[in-house]
């Protein structure tokens, strides 16, 4: 069985400066790995994903995440942060054998302050 | 709008009562996930199926819940003798198959169990 662990429940910062979301996964088998943002009383929406080849990965609103097999990691990065990345975030895994079901990890807060 | 639709958005129920929420997958998309999600938590898987089938259970799924997708198009997901306990956001999600493991969510339906 899979299970991923972010790193920060709440991660407050400007306007404007770099952002790291850190996520760990845990699994015996292959696993996809995807990044969701969640906005307030909203389903989630597809930031990014890795399935293979280069383990950096370019999300959609400036986002991009490196994939660490050795380290387990899936952190998502972002070098300059609007008020509108205010939301939650979560990191989730799949098996690769199924690519079934979703694991996700419990979210990250991330606050955009002016 | 070709996106995933969940209806009820919300549903505020008396302990007790039976409920039951309808997803309506992207046309084509022939799996179909629903998750649950508690205030403050990731989502957690509850099922899913490939096309009419349900081909996986969580424990999660109690005695009390029944999903359904009658031709694989649209799902239902009912809940009887509610508890308390099953206040959170239920999310639909689907995919184009097991090769595409990129899952589309709704908005989510809210039930709130008085």
């Known amino acids: 069985a899979q299970s991923v662990t972010q790193l920060d429940s709440q991660v407050p910062v400007f306007e404007e400066a770099p952002v790291e979301l850190r996520c760990n996964y845990s699994s015996s088998v292959s696993v996809y790995l995807f990044w969701y943002v969640q906005y307030p009383n909203q389903g989630l929406q597809l930031l990014l994903k890795?399935?293979?080849?280069?383990?950096l990965v370019k999300g959609i609103n400036g986002f991009e995440a490196e994939f660490n097999k050795s380290q387990t990691s899936f952190h998502l990065r972002k070098p300059s942060v609007h008020i509108s990345d205010t939301a939650e975030y979560f990191c989730a895994v799949s098996e690769e054998a199924s690519g079934s079901r979703l694991t996700f990890g419990e979210g990250t807060q991330l606050t955009v302050n002016p | 709008d070709t996106g995933v639709s969940q209806d009820p958005r919300h549903k505020i129920t008396k302990r007790g009562q039976n409920v039951t929420f309808r997803c309506d997958p992207i046309?084509?998309?022939?799996?179909l996930y629903w998750y649950r999600q508690t205030l403050g938590q990731g989502p957690e898987f509850l099922t899913y199926?490939?096309?009419?089938?349900?081909?996986?259970k969580s424990r999660l799924l109690s005695d009390r819940f029944s999903a359904e997708r009658p031709k694989g198009s649209f799902s239902t997901l009912e809940i009887q003798r509610t508890e308390q306990g099953d206040s959170a956001m239920y999310l639909c999600a689907s995919s184009s198959g097991p090769w595409n493991t990129e899952a589309f969510f709704g908005q989510g339906t809210r039930l709130t169990v008085v």
């Open positions: 046309s084509e998309h022939n799996r």
């Open positions: 199926f490939q096309n009419e089938a349900q081909l996986e």
């Open positions: 890795y399935l293979s080849g280069s383990t």
